[in-house]
């Protein structure tokens, strides 16, 4: 995906062209079949339940009197959606209910689910939800790290990489399997589109053969020159885990870092019974 494929997200769009307008047309779908034709799955895709959970601090409209309100907005897209959503079009679009008025915040919410569920499903069966938390609720918005073993204090070198390198992924087949979570905030991946970082922390939770703590945290830095979609990221990871380890379970979560007012915290599982783990802001976020 290079830039110059994303039509209109690099043009400068002034605060007058999105004043008093909410325009879906804003909104850039991507479809995800070709990402994920590049991800060297053989056969079906390896996880069976997952999202991708936005969380939007930069929401605000008027009121029926013309009073600002403001909300942060959690949008949750299920990973069978025919197409993810670039995030700098996703904010154009929040950006365009600036100077729009509505009677209540649930018809907000509403048009918001509507319009992400037509540009995430293009007419297929599915939903994108969506809640607003208001200002009486700010307080009430928990920051938590991620929980599992911290790999970040391991003693090992880490050297840079061109691109992510799945083969320093090993388990031990011979060791009793074993069920454990873990967890680094050193993963981090680059903006396909503007070239810029994005920063995340990252949770593998699984059971199976003793995972290597070393091989797993120096193939979490080898993305470090990676370009790719928060969403591909976290799809890629699952795929290099499951070839390379076997685990007879596997989720993969990550919570990257907000940009322009928008965090994406895509979350994998071969569970197909499980649920999305807690929608929890971390520090960095």
Request: aromatic content about 8%; some cysteine; hydrophobic content about 40%.
């Amino acid at each position: 995906m290079t830039k110059g494929s994303l039509g209109s997200l690099g043009r400068k769009v002034s605060a007058e062209a999105l004043a008093a307008r909410c325009d879906a047309g804003l909104l850039f779908p991507i479809e995800r079949a070709p990402l994920r034709a590049a991800l060297g799955c053989a056969g079906a895709l390896p996880f069976a339940a997952g999202a991708d959970m936005w969380t939007a601090y930069e929401l605000s409209w008027l009121d029926a009197r013309g009073r600002p309100q403001v909300a942060l907005a959690h949008i949750t897209v299920d990973w069978r959606s025919t197409h993810l959503v670039e995030s700098k079009s996703l904010k154009l679009y929040l950006n365009s209910y600036s100077e729009c008025r509505f009677a209540s915040a649930a018809e907000v919410q509403a048009r918001i689910a509507r319009d992400l569920t037509a540009a995430a499903f293009q007419g297929e069966p599915g939903s994108v939800q969506v809640r607003l938390v208001l200002p009486e609720d700010f307080s009430r918005v928990r920051v938590q790290e991620l929980e599992g073993i911290n790999l970040d204090a391991l003693d090992v070198d880490c050297h840079a990489l061109p691109a992510p390198a799945p083969e320093l992924l090993h388990a031990d087949h011979a060791a009793p399997p074993v069920e454990e979570t873990l967890s680094s905030r050193l993963l981090k991946s680059n903006c396909p589109v503007t070239g810029q970082p994005d920063w995340a922390s990252v949770q593998i939770a699984y059971c199976g053969a003793p995972i290597s703590h070393e091989g797993l945290l120096r193939y979490i830095v080898s993305w470090r020159q990676h370009s790719g979609f928060h969403e591909q990221c976290v799809e890629q990871m699952f795929c290099d885990i499951s070839a390379r380890c076997r685990p007879k379970r596997l989720a993969v979560y990550a919570r990257y870092t907000r940009r322009g007012g928008i965090d994406i915290n895509p979350w994998r599982s071969s569970d197909a019974s499980a649920l999305p783990p807690p929608d929890v802001r971390c520090a960095r976020q």
